[in-house]
């Protein structure tokens, strides 16, 4: 199974960036899809962006669209979470997922650490 390390996150304003990084330490594949995933206190986990990496195609979740972005960094198994024009409902814990399959990825459970993204005044 791929490790993951998420990294990158930290406090900023509302309409700041911040961009994660989520290190794999495996190989297709095992990463052919990757997610970002989120979790606020007291809700449950959500779906960010789930990559194929294979072709680089990413669906978003309608809240994130138009100002966050995916990219990768084949040589370094990095997947990024870009994100901009952060909202205080942004605020979570980040996690990333990795999966030879849609389905594995969406049903992920092997959590790391995470990421906290804090966005408030």
């Known amino acids: 199974q791929v490790q993951l390390v998420e990294s990158g996150g930290g406090s900023v304003q509302p309409g700041g960036s911040l961009r994660l990084s989520c290190a794999a330490s495996?190989?297709?594949?095992?990463?052919?899809?990757m997610g970002w995933f989120r979790q606020a206190p007291g809700r449950e986990r959500e779906r960010v962006a789930i990559t194929d990496t294979r072709t680089g195609s990413t669906a978003y979740t309608d809240s994130v669209k138009g100002r966050f972005t995916v990219s990768q960094d084949s040589a370094k198994n990095t997947v990024y979470l870009q994100m901009n024009s952060l909202k205080p409902e942004d605020t979570a814990m980040y996690y990333c997922?990795?999966?030879?399959?849609?389905?594995?990825?969406?049903?992920?459970?092997?959590w790391g650490q995470g990421t906290q993204v804090t966005v408030s005044s």
């Open positions: 495996g190989s297709t594949p095992s990463n052919n899809y």
């Open positions: 997922a990795a999966a030879p399959d849609l389905n594995r990825v969406l049903r992920y459970n092997a």
